[in-house]
């Protein structure tokens, strides 16, 4: 164990040499022998520098470590955690708002309800796309800094071994030398100023090795620093790999959700073009009105394939699947029923229900089938003369938005669009009330969001 020596001004009477050699081999050391002590301020200086020398032996042998001004710490904590808190409430409310969206019928929710649930859906993935790339340049910033901060790391390292080797060296050297009485070294100068050179050469020496201690303290510390630092950008990279990988999850999922709502709001619009047609002799207004939402429906699903796109995702134009083969293309099996045309199989039921509704003071008239001749040509018109453009290519496809055939029940006798009056039903309408609470006892069902629809399954 190698005895420390705190200050030269805590000895009294005699200080001590080195004893043994110390316990890393850095220096060849003497036995220890006791050394007068010199009263005078010129005679104490090689003194003072051989115990600098000595303290600078225990500190690079790990022996002592010099008192510091103030501990180090380590890397303060990040200053975007109330940011990051704010971020996460915000795309907390966004994802619950496109759960709920997802969660819509879009084959029976309201136009405005259709609008809004896509447009949640939009700004969801719209924010998950904003916070991954977000999180990818968090990633290498924090891999910036954990370069910067390993490098620091290796260059404290390098300097320490530089200074190590720096100061055995002074320290062998010094204890080579041996203790001399400077006073008579100087009286023996052959002149004053020469005996000026040497005092002057001498604290110049004693001031570079005390300046050399100091520095490897110095840098053990800086080296401690950058340690501390390198394991904190480490992590931060970690965590911040982590966040991509969540917010890629995330984003795929919120991708998901709005590809499942989209073929939804697809198979809408194609039955809502397809009721405007079976509309427009009956109620012109009515029918534009329809189309005219759906088109605009159409444009918010084609703003999203386009977002779709930027974002580097395909995300196809929906197919349509094949054309549907319905029965009534020649009108076969399609009777008239107090001027409504109709599928012979619900000719029956259709009969009693008017008479119903007519011995209870309700007019009702109407539209059933229609032949899908007219909507083969329209689609011809608006879609394309292929096969596929006119049989399977989806309505939002077309320009205007155009159903494919065989898509309504009317095409087939097995819906009807009632009127009352001349106008066709609506919700607040005497016609409709008495149809709500009658219409099921004879097998026919409204669509709830079109409530003059009707037909044998709802649909």
């Known amino acids: 164990m190698v005895p420390i020596v705190s200050t030269p001004t805590a000895l009294t009477g005699q200080v001590f040499g080195p004893v043994l050699p110390f316990h890393d081999g850095l220096c060849p050391c003497v036995a220890l022998r006791p050394l007068p002590l010199m009263r005078s301020a010129t005679t104490q200086t090689p003194f003072r520098r051989r115990v600098r020398f000595f303290v600078a032996v225990l500190v690079i042998s790990g022996a002592w470590i010099p008192p510091a001004g103030a501990a180090p710490t380590g890397p303060k904590p990040s200053g975007d955690a109330k940011l990051r808190e704010l971020q996460s409430k915000r795309d907390q409310v966004r994802a619950a708002k496109a759960k709920s969206a997802s969660q819509v019928d879009a084959l029976k929710a309201s136009d405005a309800e259709v609008q809004k649930a896509l447009a949640d859906l939009s700004n969801n993935i719209e924010g998950q796309s904003d916070l991954l790339e977000e999180s990818k340049r968090a990633v290498t910033a924090a891999e910036t800094e954990q370069a910067a901060a390993e490098a620091s ?71 401690e620093i950058a340690r501390g630092k390198a394991a904190a950008a480490a992590k931060k990279a970690n965590d911040r790999r982590a966040d991509v990988a969540d917010r890629l999850a995330r984003l795929e999922a919120a991708q998901a959700e709005q590809e499942a709502f989209s073929a939804q709001v697809e198979a809408r619009i194609e039955a809502s073009l397809a009721e405007a047609q079976s509309l427009a002799e009956l109620d012109g207004e009515l029918a534009g009105q329809i189309s005219n939402r759906q088109s605009e429906i159409a444009k918010a699903l084609a703003a999203q394939r386009a977002a779709a796109t930027r974002r580097g995702r395909s995300s196809p134009v929906p197919t349509g699947g094949s054309a549907i083969t319905y029965p009534n293309t020649d009108g076969a099996g399609i009777v008239d029923v107090r001027g409504i045309k109709v599928h012979e199989s619900m000719a029956s039921n259709l009969a009693s229900l008017l008479a119903a509704a007519e011995a209870a003071g309700v007019q009702l008239s109407g539209g059933g089938y229609r032949n899908p001749a007219g909507q083969i040509a329209v689609r011809r018109s608006n879609c394309g003369s292929s096969n596929y453009a006119i049989y399977q290519a989806p309505a939002s496809s077309c320009s205007p938005p155009t159903a494919r055939p065989g898509q309504s029940m009317h095409e087939r006798g097995l819906a009807i669009d009632f009127t009352s009056g001349g106008r066709t039903l609506t919700r607040s309408s005497a016609a409709f009330a008495w149809m709500k609470a009658n219409a099921g006892n004879y097998g026919f069902y409204n669509l709830p969001s079109e409530p003059w629809h009707w037909s044998a399954n709802g649909n």
Do not use: C, H, M, N
């Open 153 to 223: 790391v290796q260059r404290s390292v390098e300097e320490l071994s530089k200074l190590r080797t720096s100061i055995k060296q002074q320290a062998i050297q010094a204890f080579v030398d041996g203790p001399t009485d400077e006073t008579l070294e100087l009286l023996s100068a052959e002149s004053l100023a020469e005996a000026a050179r040497e005092r002057t050469l001498r604290s110049v020496r004693a001031s570079s090795d005390l300046d050399a201690a100091d520095r490897y303290r110095k840098v053990q510390q800086d080296l």
